[in-house]
Each structure stands twice: as C-alpha cells, then as structure tokens.
C-alpha cells in the first residue's frame, strides 16, 4: 500500500471521536507489518491510543485519529483527496507513517509514532499518553498548518454561562423573571468586556457558540445557558475574574477547559506561521520540546469542503523525515555539548 492508497484507506475508516479503535487497529497492523514494535494503549474501552517506535525515541511524530461530525468518505480528482478528516488529520498520520518507513529503509533509529484519540473533545488521548512518556526529547505535533512551522498558537478558554429565572404565564410576565433576559444581559457585558492582545497572537476572541433556555412562547423561562469559547493569547488567569465579575447579579460563569497558548520550537529552512487554533501539544509536556506542522489548511478543516493536496502530501512526507533528522542531530549536539 503506497502513501495515496493508505491516506484515502484511513479516510474511509470512520473515526469520529468516541469511535477511533478502527482506524487506531488498520495503523498499528500496518505498522507493525513493516517492522515497528507497536503498542495499543487503552485510554477508554475501545479506544485505543497507538505508540510505535523504532529503537529508543529521540523524536516522537504524533497527530490525532478522531475527527468531527459528520463522516463522509474519501474522494480524489488529479490535484486533492477529499473526505472528513483528509487534513484534519488523517493526511497528517498518512504523511508520518511514510515519514517513519523512510527513516526506518534507511537505517534511520530511536524515533516513534503516538497516534491519540479524543483530540477534537477533550485531549483525553493525550491526556493519558502524557502519563507514560518514553523520554523523548523533541515531540512534532502534526495539524494542518499550510506546511509551516508554527512559532505560537492561541490557547482556549471554555466557559458555559447559566442563568436563572422564575416561571410564570406569559400574560403576567411581573409574576416571573425571565433567565433568557438576564442572560442577554450578561452576554452583552461579555461582547463589551476589554479583551487581552499579544504582539505575535494578536487579539483575544470569543464565539458565542450556542444559546439555549425556554419552554414555550407562553412560558415565562426559568433556565437558560449559552455555550461561549474564547481564543487565549495569555493565560487565563485575569480574564476569569473579569467575565465573574461582568454577569455578576445576571449569570453564572461556569469554566470547563482551559488550554494555555503555546509557542513551539522552530526548525531551520522552515516558512513559519502563527495559528489561532489549539492542539494536544498543552496535554504532552512530558514528551519533549513541541515543534507544531503539516500538511492541509484550517481553513477547510471541519467543512464539507475538507481536502489535502497530493502534492502537499507527498512534501510532508519529506518535511517529517526531513524533521525528525535535525531534531536528532540538535539532541546529540546538545548531549556532545554536556
């Protein structure tokens, strides 16, 4: 099976998150047929988190295998393949499998491959892998990345804002208190609310995702929430208190998940960007020094539109294998250098 017919075999093994053990089984039997030692790491039943090596891993090539809502399959013309996950980021294990078969053909050593699950959710793959490093020192996060090493990334503050009220029948709206209005209050003091800046990630964000409340047009709502998700380019820590203290007395701020902006190590010879998305790399502290790239745009990740360039593909593979050799080279200057 050549890299084409591999990317567009995984494409078609539906793996959105909660559901990965298929595509995580078709990885690790084909690499353990060309030669790896490979390892299926339970994170939940029947999902299964992949680790290869080759040797005793300097560097260690990892992406996710879930993807999102909702799965269709793979589809190809002369220039892209298409299909949920064809960047985002099933190309991506792709482009690091035939990375490692390169490195492995040319007696290439101590590197490996970590495949996770749940990266689209929660990071729970990651989570648990970071439990059990293997003392690598460089670990290089694929996501689609336009083919440039990113230099930073914004992070993500989840917050959930709940509101309540007191039912009553909409002829007598002076007998109840409307949650629905006390929340569009409370998300008109956020949409106003100063918001961080750095000068590499630019401006703080936030997305108000989702607004829920209600139970009938002639029901005054006791109950309402709004799902809202902001792009960090600084630790939380002061816009926590600001957003408390915005709905104070119209809503509570409910704080889910927090993952900090990362700035990753960049290579030599690379084009470099800055993204505004997040990844596993908070989650794996324990597997190296991060380096952040492949192949395949954010732009049409999670559309219907989602594709990869062929061409870009195949450069990946070459860039991988390209990243794992100064990475090694990089750790034996150091360890020359003690």
Same mark, same amino acid.
């Given at each position: ?12 093994? *539906? ?48 992406? &996710? ?29 792709? !482009?690091?499998?035939?990375? !490692?078969? #390169?490195?492995? !053909? ?11 699950? %749940? ?28 083919? #440039? ?5 914004? %992070?993500?503050? =989840? ?6 009220? =007191? ?21 008109? =003091?956020? #949409? ?30 006791? &109950? ?27 809503? *509570? ?48 990740? &999670?559309?219907?539109? *989602? ?7 195949? %450069?990946?593979? *070459? ?20």
């Amino acid at each position: 099976m050549d890299l084409f017919a591999f990317t567009r075999a995984l494409i078609d093994i *539906e793996s959105i998150t909660g559901n990965e053990e298929r595509a995580a089984t078709f990885v690790a039997d084909f690499l353990t047929r060309a030669g790896f030692e490979v390892e299926l790491w339970e994170v939940e039943p029947r999902r299964p988190n992949v680790f290869a090596r080759c040797g005793a891993p300097t560097t260690v090539l990892s992406t &996710h295998l879930d993807t999102v809502p909702p799965f269709f399959p793979s589809s190809e013309d002369n220039d892209n393949f298409y299909g949920r996950g064809a960047c985002d980021a099933k190309g991506i294990v792709a !482009a690091q499998v035939f990375a !490692a078969l #390169r490195l492995k !053909a040319s007696g290439a050593t101590n590197f490996g491959l970590l495949f996770l699950v %749940g990266e689209e959710k929660n990071s729970t793959g990651a989570i648990a892998a970071n439990r059990r490093p293997v003392g690598s020192r460089f670990l290089v996060n694929g996501e689609p990345t336009e083919s #440039r090493m990113v230099e930073a990334g914004k %992070g993500t503050l =989840r917050v959930d804002l709940v509101a309540q009220g =007191r039912m009553a029948h909409s002829a007598y709206p002076e007998l109840g208190e409307s949650a629905i209005e006390k929340l569009l209050q409370a998300l008109e =003091r956020l #949409r106003h609310l100063p918001l961080p800046s750095h000068p590499q990630l630019g401006c703080t964000t936030v997305n108000i995702g989702t607004v829920q409340g209600g139970r009938a047009p002639n029901v005054i709502p006791d &109950h309402a929430r709004a799902e809202l998700l902001y792009r960090l380019v600084e630790p939380a820590r002061t816009l926590r208190p600001a957003i408390t203290t915005a709905v104070q007395g119209w809503a *509570e701020a409910q704080f889910l998940l927090e993952i900090p902006p990362v700035f990753p190590l960049v290579l030599p010879g690379f084009e470099t960007s800055v993204v505004a998305f997040t990844t596993d790399i908070p989650s794996l502290s324990a597997w190296g020094q991060p380096i952040l790239f492949g192949p395949g745009s954010i732009h049409v990740a &999670h559309t219907e539109r *989602e594709q990869i360039s062929k061409r870009e593909l195949q %450069g990946a593979v *070459e860039a991988y294998t390209a990243i794992v050799r100064q990475t090694q080279a990089l750790d034996q200057g150091k360890r020359g250098g003690d």
